[in-house]
């Protein structure tokens, strides 16, 4: 005989929490992801077009962090889509960078920050698809 409990109201409960825990750990990241491009635009990545772009991440990284934990639940898939979108692409920028250049820029592996940027752009992205894929309205 079987002491699972198949209680609606235990399982919905359950289900919020992991959404909220997937929510702040995304907010959480993409804020990461944010603040070590601010640490690096302030460090040496002001001028040419990287900079802007670096700046443009910082704001859009905030500002995701911050919707993510705001946005009705309706919108909460397509929010972490975009959050997961950004974080890949970034990550992909990072790895374009320090392969072939990107925009006349050359990035190292010993680059500050480098390895941080990948795991939390990576781990990012990745909470943020489980969060859009268990939010997504499901078809009948």
């Not at 772009?53 to 993510?68: T, Y």
């Not at 920028?93 to 920050?113: C, D, K, Q, R």
């Amino acid at each position: 005989m079987s002491t699972m409990s198949t209680d609606p109201t235990t399982t919905s409960a359950r289900s919020g929490a992991l959404i909220w825990v997937l929510r702040v750990v995304g907010a959480a990241l993409l804020a990461a992801m944010a603040w070590i491009h601010l640490d690096l635009w302030f460090g040496i990545t002001q001028s040419g077009f990287i900079g802007p772009a670096f700046m443009l991440n910082v704001i859009a990284g905030f500002g995701l962090a911050a919707l993510l934990l705001v946005t009705p639940r309706r919108f909460l898939p397509w929010v972490a889509a975009l959050g997961a979108l950004v974080l890949l692409g970034t990550m992909g920028a990072l790895i374009l960078a320090s392969t072939v250049g990107l925009f006349g820029f050359h990035e190292s592996t010993e680059a500050p920050h480098y390895w941080l940027s990948l795991v939390v752009e990576s781990v990012g992205a990745i909470v943020l698809a489980v969060l859009a894929a268990i939010t997504a309205p499901r078809r009948r």
